[in-house]
């Protein structure tokens, strides 16, 4: 059974999104006025591997401008993330910024979660009733052969100084190989 969010936080992340659609609207536009239709664009994130070497928190950040490109300061943006690929500081899945004078968003701190392979996250701006959408490609890389590498030397090396601490107690039996032949002829 797959799970959402947990009640409260759905309940306020819909309480922000409820609260924004209505305060938009109201300072929008004045009357006669055209708004020309906004877009966003990834400025970092698009494309990225996540893997075991850059676990690091990272930022997404996209720009939100008008189709003559200027910048739109004041623009609500939606990230949400899907099930298991991560989350944004604080431990989210979703995540509303409002972009600053350069119409730049960030979600801050993402961290890879355990869903492996290529994943999606939305992003949604508003501003003045109008909306734009973008998905960010990424991909989660789990490396387990890095740490199976690890173990494999750790457990080599046990195995060689266990065999050669045998090869040290038995005394005075020691063992001799021969290259030509093949046979192995202990010493007296």
Sequence with gaps: MRKSCPRAACSRWLAVVLS???????????????????????????????????????????EVHDKNGRKIKGAAVFFQLPPGAGTFAGGVTSLMVMTDDNGIAVARGFQRGKL??????????????QFANVFVTQTNKLAIIPKVEKWAIVGGAVVAAGLGLGFALRGSSATKISLGTGVVVPLR
Excluded: C, H, K
């Excluded at 006669?32 to 075991?52: H, K, L, S, W």
């Design 116 to 129: 492996a392979g290529r994943f999606s996250i939305a992003v949604t701006a508003s501003y003045q009733g």
């Design 20 to 62: 924004y659609m209505l305060i938009l609207p109201v300072a929008g536009p004045v009357a006669g006025q055209d708004i020309p239709p906004i877009e966003v664009a990834v400025t970092n994130g698009m494309d990225r591997i996540n893997t075991n070497d850059n676990v690091a928190n990272w930022e997404l950040a996209v």
